[in-house]
């Protein structure tokens, strides 16, 4: 999974898997989700992000995975 946050756009993409979007359906104002040919659900866009989320920390519990931060 991998959080892309693009501050030109204001907008947080987030990928669950490395599946190819084939649907998009927006699901609130804003709210994208993405789906692949299976309906699996592949990513989650999020336009105005800064508007909807708080940025000012980010938590991670009980995740069976390694964290990576990259600047």
Known sequence: MKLNYYQ????LYIDLSSGK????RE????V???YDKKG???GIDIDNASKKLDF?????????AEVYIRN
């Open 8 to 11: 030109d756009t204001d907008s």
């Open 27 to 30: 699901i609130s104002e804003g």
């Open 56 to 64: 000012s920390e980010l938590k991670i519990l009980h995740m069976p």
């Open 32 to 34: 994208v989700l993405d």
């Open 21 to 24: 979007s084939v649907e998009s």
């Open 40 to 42: 699996n659900l592949v």
